[in-house]
């Protein structure tokens, strides 16, 4: 069973980045596709990026973070990050890393099999 912890998150002011990692037992980024989602108070739990075990990206592409998030892997270190610039108080949320088995759809939560705790990101303006 998938173990999955996530770290990186606190609070920062609006324009900053910052850089979640997720580590995951041995081997986990090389045979699952590995994601991120983010949950703020009140709302769903909402995609923000995936990547396939051979390194294809999937980002959500109609939400804030659109093009202020980069996911990457290292298999070797079996750790999945989420690098987020210009950050803006929407952003605050409690993030939280998942893996799928390959080939269920990327950007929904029913996919994925494993989360972590989450770690929060707060925004002040």
């Known amino acids: 069973q998938a173990q999955l912890v996530e770290s990186g998150g606190g609070l920062v002011q609006a324009g900053d980045s910052l850089r979640l990692s997720c580590a995951a037992p041995?081997?986990?980024?090389?045979?699952?596709?590995m994601a991120w989602f983010r949950q703020a108070p009140g709302k769903e739990r909402e995609f923000v990026a995936a990547?396939?075990?051979?390194?294809?990206?999937?980002?959500n592409t109609v939400d804030s973070l659109k093009g202020r998030s980069a996911i990457s892997k290292d298999d070797a270190a079996s750790t999945v990050y989420l690098q987020m610039s210009s950050l803006q108080p929407e952003d605050t949320a409690v993030y939280y890393c998942?893996?799928?088995?390959?080939?269920?759809?990327?950007?929904?939560?029913?996919?994925?099999?494993?989360w972590g705790q989450g770690t929060q990101v707060t925004v002040s303006s």
């Open positions: 998942a893996a799928a088995q390959p080939g269920n759809p990327a950007t929904l939560p029913s996919s994925y099999e494993y």
């Open positions: 041995r081997r986990t980024t090389m045979w699952y596709t």
């Open positions: 990547i396939s075990r051979i390194g294809s990206r999937t980002y």
